[in-house]
């Protein structure tokens, strides 16, 4: 017996004990076991634009590479500022009301903890990203699940003010929309305004997927609109716009109120993001040309994944927004999800996520979701083997 055996370490009370290792990570994992193409974790497997990499290298050999400010280096924050005025039609002020985060999921905790007490309410609308039950959890808030309309995925109203009571502190909003790629339209982020005007209820208006909206369709914003813009916290994402998720860099735009207590959280858990990153991109958002390209970008992987999948016995949904699809597979098997998507990942060599699993509940629909944002040969890579079901 070592020494360190001889000792016993206290057990600790989880505080999400609920909690385990994620989805993505037994399909990722199972995906590189299996050789199968790996469809399911949301991220590309292509390279940014060369010129971005040479901004950040740049700004290393600079020697800006110490802390920055706390909010975030002035460059980007100034070039956030202008480009959500210019898209959006809202002014934030960069001083007092842009900070950068080290991504959208360390933007969206900090938010919640910023504003929701023990025994406040939040509304998610399922199926939503996982991160949002554990945030409200740690923070001591109660978790309140209103669905989204089965099928088509949009927001049902009538049960969103249904669930609302006086403990309603917050409300977690996403569009475009991980996971079904549906995204809400301007009538509805109105609709939305409108129930919420009366209340005291905060939004946090997730909007990673802001610059990947299909078929002409405009992304409308929290910002755009006044009477929300003056309650929301808006998150965006670096990493989904230039293909880098792995630098983890995203921001939140809020009123000057709202933001200093964001940053009175935002201090103590991370305090500051990547200096030399954050410099490489504001000088690389001094052309909006990348961003601009996008939905076009991602329309055409969409298009040729859809046409592909035609060939095939899966239905593909509709896909709005994000770089996700649907597929219904009840053509192909009556498994329930999470088994039907192991089976695709040992027997026909394509991971997939199982919808269920962004339910607590595991409201089971025969739906699949995957993830286009691929190289071209790995998307015919999937869709050969998808045509063998």
Not at 66 to 85: C, D, E, F, H, W
Not at 95 to 122: F, K, N, R, S, Y
Not at 198 to 207: G, K, Y
Not at 339 to 350: H, K, N, Q
Request: hydrophobic residues 40%; aromatic residues 8%.
């Amino acid at each position: 017996m070592s020494t360190i055996d001889a000792y016993r370490t206290p057990a600790i009370e989880s505080r999400l004990p609920k909690v385990g290792t994620t989805i993505f990570t037994v399909m990722s994992a199972l995906a590189q076991e299996t050789g199968a193409v790996n469809l399911g974790q949301g991220f590309p497997d292509f390279n940014c634009d060369p010129a971005l990499l040479k901004q950040v290298s740049d700004a290393m050999h600079e020697g800006l590479n110490q802390y920055p400010p706390m909010a975030g280096v002035p460059q980007l924050r100034q070039a956030m500022s202008a480009k959500i005025q210019a898209l959006y039609g809202r002014r934030y002020d960069p001083l007092t009301e842009i900070t950068v985060t080290a991504g959208a999921t360390q933007a969206i905790l900090t938010a919640v903890l910023a504003c929701v007490h023990p025994g406040d309410e939040v509304i998610v609308l399922e199926p939503c990203y996982d991160s949002y039950g554990p945030n409200i959890e740690l923070a001591g808030g109660t978790v309140v699940r209103v669905p989204l309309t089965p099928g088509t995925f949009r927001p049902d109203f009538a049960r969103i003010a249904a669930a609302m009571s006086p403990r309603t502190r917050l409300l977690i909003i996403n569009s475009p929309h991980n996971p079904s790629a549906t995204v809400w339209t301007a009538s509805e982020m109105q609709q939305l305004s409108d129930l919420l005007a009366p209340t005291d209820v905060l939004l946090i208006s997730d909007e990673v997927y802001e610059h990947m909206v299909f078929d002409g369709a405009p992304h409308v914003s929290a910002s755009s609109l006044p009477a929300l813009a003056a309650r929301s916290f808006v998150v965006s994402s670096f990493g989904k716009t230039y293909h880098v998720t792995g630098w983890k860099v995203g921001t939140v735009a809020a009123p000057a109120s709202l933001m200093g207590e964001f940053r009175k959280v935002h201090q103590f858990n991370v305090f500051t993001v990547n200096t030399p990153v954050q410099h490489g991109l504001a000088r690389f958002m001094a052309d909006p040309a990348p961003y601009r390209e996008l939905p076009a970008f991602y329309q055409r992987k969409r298009d040729l994944f859809r046409d592909g999948l035609a060939q095939t016995r899966l239905r593909p949904l509709v896909s709005q927004g994000s770089y996700f699809q649907l597929v219904d597979y009840s053509a192909v098997s009556d498994l329930p999800e999470a088994d039907f998507c192991l089976w695709l990942t040992r027997e026909v060599g394509v991971a997939a996520i199982p919808l269920s699993v962004f339910y607590e509940a595991g409201f089971e629909q025969r739906l699949a979701r995957l993830c286009f944002a691929k190289q071209d040969s790995t998307l015919v890579s999937a869709l050969e083997r998808l045509r063998r079901l």
